[in-house]
């Protein structure tokens, strides 16, 4: 049976991309039939951090009914990728009420869709939502980012889908005079789970080879199998099979 996973984050500058990204090729090295579509009409950036250039059909022609999902769907690094357009009059073509039709036609081919969605809330992050099975939160461990996530639950609730935890990026571990002095590094696991009344599923620590894998235009899971970010990853994508 497929699942439908909607990676959302209050605000933009968190992560959410790269880890959506990275979730899928995790899944399809797992042998798990994967598919990411790029819902982030305005500002999508899945082909990029993945390495694909040549993508004459996008979901922008999808949603505008200029194309057909079999022609916007792309392969790389295993994993199937159906990404948005670059370009502004491409994205104001768009009907994102035609979503729905688009990721219940991928739910009968493959095992997991995961859907990056638009940062914060408007109306092109409602039609992610409504399509999703359950929800990833992602957060940065500072206090804005989990309070502007925080203002997303309500809407999540509306549309009954479940929030099925939260993923905190770029945990930052203080080094140790600051630690003495009583200056506080990233947000505790635990005050995170208590402000967004969810589970954490899974800590990326900071590292610089997510950078670097990006300006690879790689996965950081292919490009760097072992450091740090990759292994957190591929844990947390391990923990979405059960």
């Not at 090295?29 to 993945?50: F, H, N, Y």
């Not at 991928?106 to 859907?115: N, P, S």
């Not at 300006?215 to 923990?239: H, L």
Request: proline share 5%.
């Amino acid at each position: 049976m497929s699942k439908v996973y909607t990676v959302i984050s209050g605000k933009g500058g968190v992560g959410k991309t790269t880890i959506a990204a990275n979730l899928g090729v995790s899944l399809a090295r797992m042998r798990k039939k994967t598919v990411v579509v790029d819902a982030d009409l305005a500002m999508g950036g899945v082909a990029t951090i993945l390495g694909l250039s040549e993508i004459p059909v996008t979901l922008h022609e999808v949603l505008a009914g200029k194309g057909s999902i079999e022609k916007a769907v792309y392969s790389t690094h295993g994993l199937d990728v159906l990404p948005s357009g670059h370009t502004v009059s491409g994205f104001l073509r768009t009907d994102p009420k035609k979503l729905e039709g688009v990721v219940d036609k991928l739910k009968r081919t493959y095992d997991y869709v995961i859907i990056d969605s638009p940062p914060g809330l408007n109306k092109y992050s409602l039609a992610p939502l409504k399509n999703a099975d359950e929800v990833l939160l992602v957060v940065t461990p500072d206090l804005p980012a989990v309070q502007t996530t925080a203002k997303l639950q309500s809407v999540i609730a509306t549309y009954s889908a479940n929030v099925r935890g939260v993923i905190v990026n770029r945990f930052r571990i203080p080094s140790f005079f600051p630690w003495l002095f009583g200056v506080k590094g990233s947000m505790e696991k635990g005050e995170i789970e208590r402000r967004l009344k969810a589970k954490v599923l899974g800590v990326i620590p900071e590292d610089r080879a997510v950078i670097e894998s990006m300006n690879m235009r790689s996965a950081i899971v292919i490009y760097r199998p072992k450091s740090s970010a990759s292994k957190a990853i591929n844990a947390i994508a391990k923990n979405l099979t059960h």
